[in-house]
């Protein structure tokens, strides 16, 4: 009786969404195996870490991510932007950098920016290494003229030449790749398994509530697994090569049009080339609960909307509210703990400023 009366709720709930992928999906299953919807969905891994990565690197890397001195202004730090005290982003549409100046796209989480294939929206920086190098020296960030402007800083500070020194030799002295190596073997650390997700998909089948493991057999069965799979919901398994996503696909919505959504062309801005008009790098959907608002502009405030739009603006399709309601618990089983992080007692010159130039 109780198989019997779950397949039947699967038929109304396929009726409701008008999805013939879940459908077929569900029944097949015998609306009994959520596991058997996981299947495009993998646990985070434990460590995101290099074997170069050194407790001493690592620890060089924090202290310049929350340095603030690495701006013109000395104002702005990494963590102005990407905020570890909360969800990774700043809960701006668009960051404030130098000056109180802002830029067009909303700041992605640095959570989990490890299992991320590229980085920015437009995926113009391939490594954490390359995308560090670019705040620096953006003027509406951190606003520095030229990276020689940011070493020229670091290398006021004696106990910064002795910890470049302990950690790379002391004949390597302080250069930008050298600083952005330490930056990003810090970022690989900001990782978040043991989700409430992950624990299902290793086993548990208690880890996710009713509600959260509906919403997962409807995030599959309708199709956000082809953009939004692997372990960062993100489309992209590392050593495999990232893959762009169309976005908006259906633009003839009136979401779209009121958030603004396809006035930003995406790749299309950086390469020129037609076939990147409007093609993004998929984001990671680990602890989307906490980074709104959402998109790449930003405009979209909850995440209850942003599930609405993804799903007219990529699926053509109109959610119910229940189905909403089900996607956002699914949603919000991947918020996994935050490592503790003490903060970083930084270098100083007692009485003195570096920040003139």
């Known amino acids: 009786m109780m198989k019997e009366k779950e397949t039947m709720e699967t038929l109304a709930r396929c009726m ?83 000056h109180g100046l802002t830029g067009a796209r909303n700041a992605p989480t640095v959570w989990n920016s490890a299992f991320q294939g590229a980085q920015f929206w437009d995926g113009r920086a391939p490594t954490l290494e390359e995308q560090a190098k670019g705040p620096l020296v953006a003027d509406v960030e951190m606003g520095m003229a030229h990276h020689d402007q940011v070493l020229q800083r670091i290398r006021k500070i004696p106990q910064y030449v002795d910890e470049f020194a302990s950690v790379y030799g002391s004949d390597e002295g302080v250069t930008i790749e050298l600083a952005v190596d330490a930056i990003a073997a810090f970022e690989r650390t900001l990782i978040t398994p043991d989700s409430a997700l992950d624990r299902y998909l290793q086993g548990d089948a208690t880890a996710l509530m009713p509600a959260q493991k509906r919403g997962m057999e409807l995030f599959d069965g309708v199709g956000c697994t082809e953009c939004h799979g692997g372990p960062a919901l993100n489309g992209w398994t590392p050593g495999e090569e990232i893959e762009y996503a169309e976005f908006p696909r259906y633009v003839d919505s009136p979401l779209v049009t009121k958030y603004d959504l396809a006035s930003d062309t995406g790749r299309g801005a950086l390469t020129e080339e037609a076939l990147d008009e409007n093609m993004f790098k998929t984001p990671t959907l680990r602890n989307i609960s906490l980074t709104a608002p959402y998109m790449h502009n930003g405009r979209v405030p909850t995440l209850a909307e942003a599930v609405r739009v993804m799903a007219v603006s990529q699926l053509d399709m109109d959610l119910d509210e229940r189905d909403v309601t089900d996607l956002v618990r699914f949603l919000e089983a991947t918020e996994g703990p935050f490592p503790e992080i003490s903060l970083p007692r930084l270098p100083s010159l007692s009485g003195q400023s570096i920040v003139k130039d």
């Open 16 to 98: 409701s969404v008008r999805a013939v992928a879940y459908c077929g999906l569900a029944l097949m299953a015998g609306a009994v195996s959520t596991a058997a919807f996981a299947q495009d969905l993998e646990p985070l891994p434990d460590s995101a870490a290099l074997s170069s990565d050194t407790v001493a690197k690592v620890q060089l890397g924090k202290k310049l991510y929350f340095d603030p001195r690495l701006s013109v202004t000395g104002t702005v730090s990494c963590n102005t932007c990407h905020n570890l005290m909360e969800g990774g982003d700043d809960g701006r549409i668009s960051s404030m950098g130098v």
